[in-house]
């Protein structure tokens, strides 16, 4: 299986978002910015719409990689679920990939159960995979927009 070939980011959920991106600033790390609108996901199958449409994201894109900040809100959803469970901390790894249905596909063929996904117009977007229990980690696979990093 290739699908987890390229990383493309890390993400980690955080309490408060401004305060972690503060202490990520004050040790050189940066800029941020927040990350394109959540409403450009139009095929969307998370737990929860309403509380996925709130999480608030930040990235920064570093040499070899990008590092995403997820404050979720306090609305039951994944990521809300790990932060009150594990406290703060790396939520998921997120590989790059040029086809999500196709490595979606891939993936579930390899028995990887599906936990989330979304699809923008052009079909890039994201898949999770139900992986933390045996990898200790969410594992994600994700298409960027063309033009996009």
């Not at 493309?8 to 394109?36: F, L, M, N, T």
């Not at 894109?61 to 979720?72: G, H, R, T, V, Y």
């Not at 790990?82 to 390899?110: M, S, T």
């Not at 977007?125 to 990898?135: E, I, L, M, S, V």
Request: glycine share 8%; proline share 7%; net charge neutral.
């Amino acid at each position: 299986m290739r699908i987890f070939d390229k990383i493309h980011h890390i993400c980690i959920v955080v309490h408060d978002i401004d305060k972690s991106r503060a202490y990520y600033e004050s040790v050189g790390i940066g800029p941020w910015q927040e990350y394109p609108p959540l409403t450009e996901y139009t095929d969307l199958r998370v737990p929860n719409r309403d509380a996925f449409m709130k999480i608030r994201y930040q990235v920064c894109n570093i040499s070899n990689l990008q590092i995403q900040l997820c404050q979720p809100p306090q609305d039951d959803c994944p990521q809300r679920a790990f932060l009150n469970e594990k406290g703060e901390g790396v939520y998921h790894l997120g590989f790059e990939v040029p086809d999500c249905d196709a490595a979606e596909a891939e993936g579930i063929a390899a028995g990887l159960p599906v936990k989330m996904r979304g699809r923008r117009q052009n079909r890039s977007g994201f898949t999770y995979f139900n992986t933390a229990d045996k990898a200790g980690v969410t594992l994600e696979i994700r298409a960027t927009p063309p033009g996009a990093r």
